[in-house]
């Protein structure tokens, strides 16, 4: 049996820059310890279907969203760690459910449909490839996180991320971690993860300085750039 992981949480995504992240911290760092990744390159391998249904259908709701992607920290070899993850958010809640294997565990079940383990996760992994017809590795987002958990309350983390890229070749570790950048050089996006209700230290300190609640998702930014693209004929959509 492989680890399997449930998540459900309120995640409010902000865009800042570096100077704004900064002064955040020096804010708060005095109740913030780092997580276990701490500082680490993010991989993040989102499979969709040929005409892109999942993102589309994910920009296009207002109330339910649905993504299917792998998920690795630092670039993997065949024996690292992915996470193979169901990622749903309905009315702004988000339910992640997820199971771990092996880089090359994960390449076997793609090609060949090969069950890493047996479970109730894997079962569901199964039924939402099955109902999409086996999408297939699309992108590749790729940034740099700094990740923070509350030392009052393990339950409330605080992620930035930068130098957020994408590509949507070479979609294995041998493509190193080069990428097309999705964002301004500046750019940090902060990510708020909490049960439900945030602590009100930090909910001032965002108020104090005027940091709000953004629209954000690092696959949206991708495939809006993907599908402009297609439109002018540069990049197929099969």
Not at 2 to 25: A, G, M, P, Q, S
Not at 115 to 141: C, F, H, T
Not at 206 to 226: F, H, M, N, R, V
Request: glycine share 6%.
């Amino acid at each position: 049996m492989k680890d399997t992981y449930i998540f459900r949480r309120v995640e409010k995504k902000y865009i800042i820059d570096k100077n704004v992240k900064d002064k955040l911290l020096e804010i708060i760092s005095h109740r913030l310890i780092p997580d276990a990744y701490g500082k680490s390159t993010i991989c993040s391998l989102y499979l969709d279907t040929p005409d892109y249904l999942l993102i589309r259908n994910s920009i296009d709701s207002t109330v339910y969203k649905e993504k299917l992607r792998v998920r690795s920290y630092g670039l993997p070899s065949a024996d690292s760690k992915v996470f193979f993850e169901i990622k749903k958010k309905y009315k702004g809640v988000v339910y992640k459910r997820r199971v771990s294997m092996t880089y090359g565990e994960m390449c076997e079940y793609l090609a060949r449909r090969v069950r890493p383990s047996e479970g109730q996760i894997m079962n569901e992994i199964d039924w939402v490839m099955k109902y999409y017809a086996y999408p297939e590795p699309r992108v590749l987002i790729l940034y740099e996180r700094e990740a923070y958990t509350c030392s009052e309350n393990e339950n409330v983390r605080l992620t930035f991320d930068t130098n957020v890229r994408y590509r949507t070749e070479n979609l294995t570790p041998a493509g190193g971690d080069s990428g097309k950048n999705i964002l301004p050089d500046d750019t940090v996006i902060l990510e708020i993860k909490t049960p439900g209700g945030m602590p009100l230290w930090l909910s001032d300190a965002l108020d104090k300085l005027k940091i709000y609640p953004s629209k954000c998702s690092k696959y949206g930014y991708a495939y809006s750039e993907i599908h402009d693209n297609m439109k002018k004929g540069k990049i197929s959509n099969v």
